[in-house]
């Protein structure tokens, strides 16, 4: 049974009562005009009584209507203590995952040049090794073939780093926030 329930009910049983004592004392209120002092002094005393009563009803339920104001606001206060804590963990939290996520791609392309420059150079020497005795015949036909050799390998390099580079940004975009 809820708290509001059950203050309805009390509500509802204290004034069943009232009106039973309202009904009672004008019935003795008609008698009182028949009847002696010693009756008079009980009505007064069931007036008493019935004023006493109510007057602790009203300080029930005053008191009941502070304590519930005062949960409620405890609960409030719980709760905004609660989603600020977990936004805040969540904000920091967010802040480490971007800052790995940047750290890691940052080290995959420094990792990933230097393997294409030595890859680069290894190629070319290469190309030395293999062109020296022909070189002496004819010069410019290997010059060509070196240049464009070289100009495919700096392509391909190129392609992959950028190709990476797009796919690192297309997941940044793609993480919430």
């Given at each position: ?88 963990g969540l904000v920091e939290r967010g802040g480490k995952v971007s800052q790995n996520v940047l750290d890691f791609g940052g080290k995959t392309t ?67 926030r």
């Open positions: 049974m809820s708290v509001d329930s059950q203050m309805k009910e009390v509500v509802q049983e204290t004034r069943e009562w009232v009106e039973d004592q309202i009904t009672q004392l004008s019935e003795q209120v008609k008698l009182l005009q028949k009847r002696s002092r010693k009756q008079v002094r009980q009505l007064q005393k069931q007036s008493r009584k019935l004023r006493k009563s109510l007057r602790r009803e009203a300080r029930k339920r005053r008191m009941y209507w502070t304590t519930f104001r005062v949960l409620l606001l405890n609960s409030r206060k719980y709760l905004q203590n609660r989603g600020e804590n977990l936004r805040g420094q990792d990933l040049a230097e393997r294409s420059g030595g890859f680069t150079q290894e190629l070319a020497k290469r190309g030395q090794r293999l062109l020296e005795p022909v070189r002496k015949r004819d010069r410019t036909f290997w010059s060509m073939v070196g240049f464009g050799v070289g100009l495919l390998a700096a392509g391909t390099i190129t392609y992959q780093l950028v190709r990476r580079r797009i796919a690192q940004q297309v997941t940044e975009q793609e993480e919430p």
